[in-house]
């Protein structure tokens, strides 16, 4: 993401960041159902300095704050970048290792539930929770339709047997499209689980935990290197959902039950970028949607509507202006944006001239 400190401190909406929404969220937990959930917040050598700053200014909350980190591994590269964060499969044996899990334990906790920072759509579900305790269930997660926008994330297959994840970086290159088809495979994994904590504790040190290793190509500072990960188990910051004590709660404005399809170009990829290139997030209660390739900007107070495609031309920058209204269209360059802005501005102006020459023309009657 292009991040320099931890994602989860990234602004969301209205001043809050992901880590404040999370931790308001389990303030409305603890106060609704008279609890103490803990927040647990596992970092990576790269986050953990910044991230025990960040959490003072919670030092007043009512909830209790543990920071941990995961493991290190090498890179076939020497310095600082030739260590790596091995993913968030390391979270059982990192929470056994930190003492965190014993900690837990001590404390009477059972279940734990855990989740990407920055996925709002992560909450503590009671449901789910007595369904686990009641059928006495040690490992459950959360899966969803996969839809157009989910085409990259993890899905669940049967292989040898058995139930396994399977992760777009397993898959070799001529079946990718394959296993984007949202048609052969439907399931898709949000990440979210929900896991015993004595079952962590006994696998663990059992060593029976055997998750599949990930090769995970990456490029640093020029240099292709292969990290190898494993796997435990994002929406556009719009009008398309409310927030209620740090919850994300649908708009009852949207007539249309799907989310919209919204893909970014490389352009967006970083925040820094997504962030300079949208003055603000457009409306998009209405919008089904949207694709955007090359150098655009958006400017304030726009409006999306229906299928929307923009493409700017390479080499050229386009921007939409403040206040547009984009509803079904095809951008693919200034010239487009000009003549949908001269449509408007000829019924605005034929509109007003058409009202205000018939009025006058009846007060001229009258009078007559």
Avoid at 24 to 52: A, R
């Amino acid at each position: 993401m292009g991040c320099t400190g931890p994602k989860s401190v990234i602004e969301v909406r209205n001043g809050f960041t992901f880590l404040d929404l999370i931790v308001i969220q389990i303030e409305s937990l603890n106060k609704k159902y008279g609890c103490y959930v803990p927040l647990l917040l596992m970092n990576s050598f790269n986050t953990h300095d910044d991230t025990q700053k960040i959490v003072e200014k919670y030092s007043n909350s009512n909830i209790e704050i543990h920071t941990f980190n995961q493991s290190q591994y090498p890179r076939s590269i020497s310095g600082k970048d030739g260590w790596y964060p091995p993913g968030h499969g390391d979270v059982f044996p990192s929470l056994n290792n930190s003492g965190k899990l014993d900690i837990l334990l001590a404390q009477g906790k059972e279940y734990v539930f855990i989740a990407n920072s920055d996925n709002l759509g992560a909450i503590v579900d009671i449901k789910i929770l007595n369904h686990l305790i009641n059928n006495q269930n040690e490992y459950c997660m959360e899966v969803t339709p996969k839809t157009l926008a989910d085409v990259k994330g993890g899905t669940l297959i049967s292989y040898e047997g058995r139930v396994q994840l399977l992760e777009i970086a397993q898959v070799p290159d001529e079946h990718v499209n394959e296993f984007k088809s949202i048609e052969k495979f439907k399931i898709f994994n949000t990440n979210n689980l929900w896991v015993n904590l004595k079952a962590i504790k006994r696998l663990v040190e059992a060593e029976a935990l055997k998750m599949e290793i990930i090769p995970n190509p990456k490029e640093v500072d020029g240099v292709k290197v292969l990290q190898l990960e494993t796997a435990a188990g994002a929406a556009i910051r719009s009008d398309l959902y409310t927030l209620v004590d740090g919850f994300v709660i649908r708009n009852p404005s949207r007539a249309n039950p799907a989310n919209p399809s919204i893909e970014l170009g490389p352009e967006f990829k970083k925040v820094a970028n997504f962030l300079a290139q949208f003055k603000s997030i457009p409306s998009i209660v209405e919008l089904d949607s949207l694709k955007v390739s090359g150098d655009v900007w958006f400017g304030s107070g726009i409006t999306l509507k229906g299928k929307v495609t923009i493409t700017a031309k390479s080499g050229a920058k386009l921007e939409i202006p403040d206040g547009a209204v984009l509803e079904n269209k095809d951008v693919n360059g200034p010239e487009d944006l000009q003549a949908m802005l001269a449509v408007a501005s000829f019924s605005q102006g034929h509109v007003a001239g058409f009202s205000q020459g018939h009025v006058a023309g009846a007060a001229q009657c009258s009078l007559g």
